[in-house]
């Protein structure tokens, strides 16, 4: 798992990430929500950890212009506010779970691994792209009713794009998720990967914006 930390007090950003590698997941740890931005624009993450106040803004107003752009991406709030309203809001605005400062280590690894498991920000784990319908908790995929079976990095790449429907994903951030299986990605893995599930599931599944990246298409995927 690939967390990305939103946090401005050194010292409990410094501990949170040296739990999460103690917890054999990899983390980037940033202190602001511009250089979160940046950092979402190169790598794609399974879980963020998000401030609430911040240097330069609201982790809530993050986190609102998340769900709105169709990220599903699961958002776990760490804050000193602990009054009711305050929790109320941050669920409201599409978080997933919430910890109020301070707290255990050890509560926050459960935490992670629970919303994890759960695929929490997508309520209905169940996709349909015409006749190709998606399971993203038990990471299946049958297409006309039969199932298809992809290999982990063929799997990887395509979890990433249904993830994020209406998003545009560049190379360098799909070859993120590659990264994960330890071995060199070669340079044109994600071309490689990308034909391969066109030809498993559909030549218009998958779009290719010249230059920029790839997004699910718009199109029947059987086309």
Known sequence: MRILLIEDDTALGAAVRDQIVADAASVDWVKTLAAAEETRRVAVYELILLDLMLPDGRGLDFLRALRRSGDVTPVVILTARDQISDRIAGLNAGADDYLVKPFDLSELSARIRAVGRRYSGNPNPLVSLGDIDIDLAARSVHRAGKRVALTAREWALFEALVQRPNMLLSK?????????????????????????????????????????GYRLGTSDPAA
């Open 172 to 212: 360098a951030q799909l070859e993120e998720r590659l990264y994960a299986f330890g071995t060199e990605v070669e340079s044109n893995a994600i071309e490689v990967y990308v034909a391969r599930l066109r030809k498993k599931l559909g030549a218009g599944l998958i779009e290719t914006v010249r230059g920029m």
